[in-house]
């Protein structure tokens, strides 16, 4: 890229708002909850606040089935709450990104509502209403969620598309007002004060349901640098979900002379611990294969250096937690949580930090459905359970994979609930709250807190991080990543052991500096390094 950008220096820092601080008793995050945290997120040095959806949302995907563009959501506050919020981030010199889904709206959105009324109303080509049998759908489309993607509606006797929940009808972007009633929007929020958004699905805008076409589709491009062209202009964050992204679409996206996005969130290293196959998803899960993974995080450095620019995340609220997946939580938490944020922040790109992975929370196991409150993994249990698997596999699936395991409230302290609210949490507080919380780590300097701390810090005073070319080094051991960045004459290598193993890595350089480790100190034989368990460290050569 030839020119650099705020948001390259910039680290995201991704709250929840449902789960992240309740101020008023009623179990539910809000923003008022945020505002009392702001000076812990300055504390930690984050930039950039991403917030989930906080629109008015019947809730049933939890805030991604958006009623209302223009209005906060009851359970978060007001305008004036959300308005405070800018001024208190920005005067601790921290922007907040919206969270925007330009895909689908609930089904109580008054464009839908009135789209269902007859077949001639104005907003009907909003949305993709198709003519079928009450037996059977227009085609063969299936919806993310399991089952079709098309729900009969009597009332025209036609039925709508909605590749998520039925309660999520899908946007009609071939339809110019539409475009321009989400552009209006848009800039309704950036007048607001804030510095960019994180588009969601944005890749399936350009569906094409009749030929069966959902990501990717022929005008996707052409859809988006119109986007860019008409609300995008003022140097903003964009950063668009983009599950199906090669990193040869991921130029088309992110070449800054193509004008459409800053960057994106590719999936393709978050379904490595998926079986592959017909009939197979992300709740069919294998073990993570460390080389695999290896190459992905090195293929998407390379292909997009001085091209694009690279969004690096672990997890996110659509993701299982990242010690919980790939670490190790019973033997090596302190050290597998570190290892991942080193390995994360030493690379080329803007580094997402999700609420409390900075304290390295974990999944909470569940042992009933009846503690589940995710849409999808409700979905899957009883459509799994009536095809007959047990009870006991599906739950296993969703105790790893399952989106509430990321959705847990944030645990700041060891009182009641974790510090997250005073009254019933709309979810159940993760059991090991007492051990693992955001006042117990502020007094200890070794933890995990510390460590993202420092890394933030580092990418701040040293340009290497952000814009150091990067070279991967081979190992003799799968388990060992290494890479090197490199910007004139610096030179900083990265070692990372992803394993519970003790191996030796050899080397060929001096050591100029240590500039970070996950263990007090490095141990070195000769021209070996000695890699205890998750070790993880950068030098200086």
Known sequence: ???????????????????????????????????????????????????????????????????????????????????????????????????????????????????????NNKYR?????????????????????????????????EYYLHLFSEKQPDLNWNNEQLRKELYTMIEFWIKKGVYGFRLDVIELIAKDPDNLITGNGPKLHEYIRELNNIV?????????????????????????????????????HMSLDEE?????????????????????????????????????????????????RWGDTKKYHLESAKMFAIILHTMKGTPYIFQGEELGMTNRRIS???????????????????????????????????RDNARTPMQWDDSKNAGFTTGTPWLEVNDNYKKINVKKELKDKNSIFYTYQKLISIRKSNNIVVY???????????????????????KWIVIANISANTLSHKFDFEIKKIIIT???????????????PYEALVVEI
């Open 276 to 324: 592959k196959g017909i009939g197979k998803s992300k709740w069919d899960i294998k073990e993570l294969d460390v080389n695999e993974l290896k190459k992905i995080l090195s293929k998407w450095q390379v292909e997009l250096n001085n091209v694009g620019w690279n969004s690096l995340y672990w997890s996110n609220h659509d993701q299982p937690r990242i010690v919980s």
């Open 518 to 532: 996950n263990y007090k100190n490095i141990e070195i034989q000769k021209d070996t390094i000695i890699l205890r």
């Open 1 to 119: 890229m030839d020119k650099h950008q705020w948001w390259q220096k910039s680290v995201v820092y991704q709250i929840y708002p449902k789960s992240f601080q309740d101020s008023n008793g009623d179990g539910i995050g809000d923003i008022q909850g945020i505002i009392n945290r702001l000076d812990y997120l300055k504390l930690l040095g984050i930039d950039v606040i991403w917030l989930s959806p906080i629109y008015e949302s019947p809730n049933y995907d939890n805030g991604y089935d958006i009623s209302n563009y223009y209005e906060i959501g009851n359970e978060y506050g007001d305008m004036k709450d959300f308005e405070r919020l800018v001024k208190e981030a920005e005067s601790r010199g921290i922007k907040i990104i919206m969270d925007l889904v330009l895909s689908h709206t609930s089904d109580e959105h008054e464009w839908f509502i009135e789209s269902r009324k007859n077949k």
């Open 125 to 157: 080509e909003y949305y993709f209403w198709r003519k079928g049998s009450e037996e059977f759908p227009p085609n063969k489309l299936k919806s993310f969620f399991g089952g079709t993607a098309w729900k009969y509606d009597s009332l025209t006797n």
């Open 468 to 490: 150091g070319d990067f070279q991967d080094i081979e190992s003799e051991y799968d388990e060992i990543y290494s890479f090197m960045r490199i910007l004139d004459n610096q």
């Open 232 to 268: 995008f202009k003022n140097n903003l964050l964009t950063v668009g979900e983009t599950g199906s992204a090669t990193p040869e679409i991921a130029k088309l996206y992110t070449d800054e002379n193509r004008k459409e996005l800053s960057m994106i969130f590719h999936f393709e």
């Open 368 to 402: 009933d459905i009846s503690q589940v409150k995710d849409i999808e993994s409700l979905n899957i249990y009883y459509e799994r359970l009536s095809s007959g698997y047990s009870k006991d596999d599906i739950l296993d699936s969703i105790n790893k994979k399952g």
